[in-house]
Each structure stands twice: as structure tokens, then as C-alpha cells.
């Protein structure tokens, strides 16, 4: 029983399209997360939702959207892919308070040619 | 501002042979240390965790020592397997923080 699951795994695009990145935890955690991993396996917080709530915002073009329907859902829009989106997006979830463990999931790879 | 450093890679070793991956960090008051594993064309878990200074963290025969005095986290196996060939992440949190500050990974190759 997968805890955080991505979909799309592999998404191989245009410049310039719109694609969307889904996310689920079936954990019950209250605090859902993206981050984008560059080649060199850098990891860099993009955005995170508590409860449904916006609480952290990166610097990140506004061209990225994320959208939180309800508190096991985190979605994530891209418009107008540019190739330096290129990168391997992963959700993860926590509860914060408690153990703080970031629960990742497997991670979609985003081809922009 | 809060950081986590941790030394450059790849690491190469042998099967059996030990293994420190060197962690320090920067931070306000006493946060959580972690270790975090990514093996190839997955997503990040949680190795091993200390919440509090002079805790030991273990799991799959790996370890590492909450040092305040030295803002250390240190992760050590002493024997490693070509099964544990993989990415590893150092990162701290604050105790009800929502934002966990990861390491720049470090890449470990074992050979058989």
C-alpha cells in the first residue's frame, strides 16, 4: 500500500506546453511538500501546504502553481515549460509536531526537449 | 540561518570496508538531525533520526552521534555492502517546523 504516490512517473514534454504533476498520501499527514532535484541530486524546496494552506513559497517563477484540494492532495502545474525545468520532482509528506520524518514519494522525471 | 553541510562525494569503497560520511550543521537552538537514503531511481526514506543532543541513531548497521558541542552528525557503518550503494542526505527541523533543511547528498559507490 503505496504511502505517497506521484503521477505521472516519466513526463516528456514541448518548451513552452502546460503539464500537471499529481500527488496522494494516505498517511493522514497534514503536511504535504515539493521539492525539484537537479542532476547533481541537489534538493530544493519548492512549496509546502499545511491543511490545505500555503506556508512555504520559494522562490520559484510563478510559472509553477501548486493547488491543494483537500489535505491528502498536492498538485503541481507548470506553464510554459522552459528547459531548465528539466529535474526530477518528488511530494513528500510530514505531520509536523510529531516525528518530522519527510515521507517521499518515488518522484517524477520531467523531460523538457 | 539554519544549514546542514555535509562532505562532497562520490565516496568509493570496497564491500566490509568502514564508512564515515562527515555532517555539521548550523542552527538556532536544539533541532532534529536526520539521515535520509535515496537508492537509484527512487525517492528519499528516512535512514536514522536523533532528536536531542548525545542520541544515538541506528538502523541497517548504520549510525550516527548527536554532537552539540561539535554540531555534528556523523554517519558511520562499519561494513559496508554494495547493497548500500546509493545517495545520502544529512537534514535538520526544527520540532514543529514545517521546513527540513537537506544537505547537498552525499554519493556513495561500494564495489564488490
Known amino acids: 500500500d503505496t504511502a505517497v504516490s506521484q503521477t505521472p512517473k516519466y513526463l516528456v514534454t514541448q518548451m513552452g506546453n502546460d503539464k500537471s504533476i499529481k500527488c496522494e498520501q494516505n498517511?493522514?499527514?497534514?503536511?504535504m511538500y515539493w521539492y525539484k532535484q537537479d542532476s547533481k541530486k541537489f534538493l530544493k524546496i519548492m512549496f509546502s501546504?499545511?491543511?490545505?494552506?500555503?506556508?512555504i513559497n520559494e522562490t520559484v517563477p510563478n510559472r509553477f502553481s501548486p493547488k491543494s484540494p483537500d489535505k491528502a492532495h498536492l498538485n503541481l502545474h507548470i506553464n510554459s515549460l522552459e528547459l531548465g525545468d528539466s529535474a526530477v520532482y518528488f511530494c513528500?509528506?510530514?505531520?509536523?509536531?510529531?516525528?518530522?520524518?519527510?515521507?517521499f514519494g518515488p518522484g517524477t522525471r520531467l523531460t523538457v526537449l | 540561518g539554519n544549514s546542514v553541510t555535509q562532505m562532497e562525494g562520490p565516496v568509493t569503497l570496497s564491500e566490509e570496508a568502514f564508512l564515515t560520511i562527515n555532517c555539521t550543521y548550523t542552527?538556532?537552538?536544539?533541532?532534529?538531525l536526520f539521515w535520509y537514503v535515496q537508492y537509484p531511481g527512487e525517492g528519499l526514506q528516512l535512514l536514522l533520526k536523533a532528536t536531542k543532543a548525545d542520541d544515538k541513531g541506528s538502523n541497517k548497521g548504520f549510525e550516527a552521534t548527536y554532537r552539540k558541542e561539535t554540531t555534528s552528525f556523523h554517519l558511520e557503518k562499519g561494513s559496508v555492502q554494495v547493497s548500500d550503494s546509493a545517495v545520502y542526505f544529512c537534514a535538520l527541523v526544527h520540532t514543529g517546523g514545517f521546513k527540513t533543511i537537506f544537505g547537498a547528498g552525499t554519493r556513495l559507490f561500494v564495489k564488490a
Open positions: 542552527a538556532t537552538g536544539y533541532p532534529s
Open positions: 513528500a509528506s510530514s505531520q509536523a509536531g510529531e516525528s518530522d520524518t519527510q515521507y
Open positions: 498517511l493522514g499527514h497534514d503536511t
Open positions: 501546504y499545511n491543511n490545505k494552506e500555503l506556508i
